[in-house]
């Protein structure tokens, strides 16, 4: 089973980036998703999370309004729609697996990605 994150990159405030996070191995559409990240120095925040379905997603205070989460159970991948970027979004982006109606609890999810790196400069 494995989780591939995708597409971080170094952009300027303001910007655009979509995230995609790749699922093999399970079965994608039996469970939810989320996206965390973790900036240097600092503790693990989650970002956002969405249901088996797609349904009720749910996002931190942080991002609500300019990020959007998704996922396209045919491709068995997950997405992270991330505009209006600003220099405090700069982290590593972490996809994870795991509870089937979506969860704000890191022990909630079994499968975690390797990370990809955001960067933005001001």
């Known amino acids: 089973v494995q989780l591939q994150a995708s597409g971080g990159g170094l952009v300027q405030a303001g910007d655009s980036l979509r995230l995609s996070c790749a699922v093999s191995g399970r079965t994608f559409s039996g469970y939810g998703m989320a996206w965390s990240r973790q900036a240097a120095g600092e503790e693990r925040e989650f970002v956002a999370h969405?249901?088996?379905?797609?349904?009720?997603?749910e996002y931190s205070n942080s991002v609500l309004g300019r990020f959007t989460i998704s996922r396209d159970n045919a491709k068995n991948t997950m997405y992270l729609q991330m505009n209006r970027l600003k220099p405090e979004d700069t982290a590593v982006y972490y996809c994870?697996?795991?509870?089937?109606?979506?969860?704000?609890?890191?022990?909630?999810?079994?499968?975690w990605g390797q990370g990809t790196l955001v960067t933005v400069s001001s």
């Open positions: 969405i249901t088996w379905s797609g349904d009720s997603p």
């Open positions: 994870a697996s795991g509870a089937r109606y979506g969860s704000t609890s890191y022990t909630e999810y079994d499968l």
